[in-house]
């Protein structure tokens, strides 16, 4: 049964960090590419970052360049996206993808950046 668990979200005030994580299984993860996505209310899901399958290759959207950094940890089939300088249009709903020639997904963790 495949499995995507996001934890890490929270309230967080403008200028706060967090770490999300999305513990994989159920599927072969070094075989996926991860990614996360985002949508807040109203507003269509978005790419925030993505990572190879091999980690070495990531690429992100413009919004997040240089405050977000999204990794992988092959050894604990776990995905990471560390969030820092988190401003308020930061606010949504997070998701974990993993695709290959089918997509899955997570459930997501609500992160709110408010002071």
């Known amino acids: 049964q495949v499995q995507l668990v996001e934890s890490g979200g929270g309230l967080v005030q403008p200028g706060g960090s967090l770490r999300l994580s999305c513990a994989a299984s159920?599927?072969?993860?070094?075989?996926?590419?991860m990614s996360w996505y985002r949508q807040a209310p109203g507003k269509e899901r978005e790419l925030v970052a993505s990572?190879?399958?091999?980690?070495?290759?990531?690429n992100y959207a413009d919004s997040v360049k240089g405050r977000f950094t999204i990794s992988r940890d092959n050894a604990k089939n776990t995905v990471y996206l560390q969030m820092n300088s988190l401003k308020p249009e930061d606010t949504a709903a997070y998701y974990c993808?993993?695709?290959?020639?089918?997509?899955?997904w997570g459930q997501g963790t609500q992160v709110t950046v408010s002071s």
């Open positions: 993808n993993a695709q290959r020639f089918v997509s899955y």
């Open positions: 159920g599927f072969t993860f070094t075989s996926y590419a």
């Open positions: 990572i190879r399958d091999t980690g070495g290759i990531t």
